[in-house]
């Protein structure tokens, strides 16, 4: 499998990896079966994602997706991160080879998981807003 020099440094380098304790919205999504686990912690100020962080547990492509994630979400307003794709995440890392694809799908829902339950937090039903996602790994079809 060969690698774009991007998703090396950010596997190598990965950005905004930890936990923000006082998170406003937390989402975790994948599924231990096929290895890949995201979890995404947001802070949320005035509709502007103003901090985010992550844990994954995968592979060097899963890290790599929700760094690369993280840093074109953040100092952006909900909206705009909510019309984040796997695509997106994909070109802004120069490509991923077909197999870990998935990965991408997992970064960008578990961005939409961690908006979710932000809004929940707020009492506000996410779905109208976010969309329908799974917080399941469709990929490697295990559930």
Same mark, same amino acid.
């Given at each position: 499998? &060969?690698?774009?020099?991007?998703?090396?440094?950010? $596997?190598?380098n990965?950005?905004? /990896?930890?936990e923000i304790?006082? =998170?406003d919205?937390?989402?975790?999504?994948?599924n231990?079966?096929?290895?890949?686990?995201m979890?995404?912690?947001?802070?949320i100020?005035?509709? &502007?994602i103003?901090?985010?962080k992550?844990?994954? $547990?995968?592979?060097?492509?899963? /890290?790599?997706?929700?760094?690369? =994630?993280?840093e074109l979400?953040?100092?952006?307003?909900?909206?705009?991160?909510?019309?984040?794709?796997?695509?997106?995440?994909?070109?802004?890392?120069?490509?991923?080879p077909?197999?870990?694809?998935?990965?991408?799908?997992?970064?960008e829902?578990?961005?939409?998981?961690?908006?979710?339950?932000?809004?929940r937090?707020?009492?506000?039903?996410?779905t109208?807003?976010?969309?329908?996602?799974s917080?399941h790994c469709?990929?490697?079809?295990?559930?």
């Amino acid at each position: 499998m &060969i690698y774009s020099e991007k998703v090396m440094d950010h $596997f190598a380098n990965p950005r905004n /990896v930890g936990e923000i304790p006082d =998170a406003d919205g937390v989402g975790e999504v994948g599924n231990a079966k096929c290895g890949d686990i995201m979890k995404m912690y947001l802070k949320i100020d005035g509709g &502007i994602i103003t901090d985010v962080k992550f844990k994954t $547990f995968g592979c060097g492509a899963a /890290v790599a997706t929700s760094s690369m =994630a993280t840093e074109l979400i953040k100092g952006k307003p909900i909206e705009e991160a909510l019309k984040l794709t796997n695509k997106a995440v994909i070109e802004a890392l120069d490509g991923l080879p077909a197999a870990k694809l998935h990965c991408s799908v997992l970064a960008e829902q578990a961005m939409k998981s961690a908006i979710a339950d932000y809004y929940r937090r707020q009492g506000v039903d996410p779905t109208p807003i976010v969309g329908e996602f799974s917080e399941h790994c469709e990929a490697c079809g295990l559930d």
